[in-house]
C-alpha cells in the first residue's frame, strides 16, 4: 500500500514488514496518492505547489516518469488525484474546486490494450520488485 504526508513524502508499504519499502521526496507536501487501476506498480501522487508526479516502478524506481504543473496560481493546492477506471485519463482536484484532466502518455497506459493483463501477473509483477528490496530473512 501506498501512503503520503505533509512531511514532503510518499513512502510503499508490504504489510509484513514495519518499514517501508520505498521512500520518495516530492520537494512539497503531498495532498494524495493512488495506485493506478492498469498496473500494480503505477501510481501517483499531487503536491501542494501544483505538481502531478506519476511513478511506474518497473521503469524507475527512483524518480518519477512524469511531473505536471496543473495549476495557473501559485496559491493554489491540489490535494486529489484519480485515475480513470475504463480510459486513460487522470483527474485532479485542488482547493478552488476545480478538476483537471490530463491523458496518460502510452508507456504508461500499454496494459489497457494488453490483453495478457490479469490481477495475478500484476500481483507477481510487485512481487518481484518487492524482492528486489526486501531484506533477506535471517536464520
Known amino acids: 500500500f501506498a501512503s503520503c504526508s505533509a512531511d514532503w513524502t510518499v513512502k510503499i508499504w508490504d504489510h509484513n514488514y514495519s518499514e517501508p519499502m520505498f521512500t520518495f521526496d516530492l520537494g512539497n507536501s ?32 527512483y524518480e518519477p516518469l512524469c511531473q505536471q504543473s496543473v495549476v495557473q496560481k501559485k496559491k493554489t ?8 477506471q475504463h480510459y486513460p485519463i487522470i483527474a485532479v482536484g485542488d482547493d ?18 494488453d490483453k ?21 530473512t535471517s536464520k
Open 30 to 61: 503531498v495532498g494524495d496518492v493512488v495506485w493506478s487501476p492498469y498496473s500494480a506498480t503505477v501510481f501517483g501522487a499531487v503536491t501542494d505547489d501544483g505538481q502531478v508526479h506519476i511513478f511506474d516502478l518497473s521503469q524507475e524506481k
Open 77 to 84: 493546492k491540489v490535494n486529489h488525484l484519480a485515475f480513470n
Open 116 to 136: 495478457a493483463y490479469s490481477k495475478e501477473s500484476e500481483i507477481a509483477k510487485m512481487e518481484k520488485l518487492l524482492e528486489l528490496v526486501r531484506e533477506p
Open 96 to 113: 478552488r474546486g476545480n478538476c483537471v484532466t490530463l491523458k496518460l502518455s502510452p508507456n504508461l497506459r500499454k496494459c489497457l490494450k
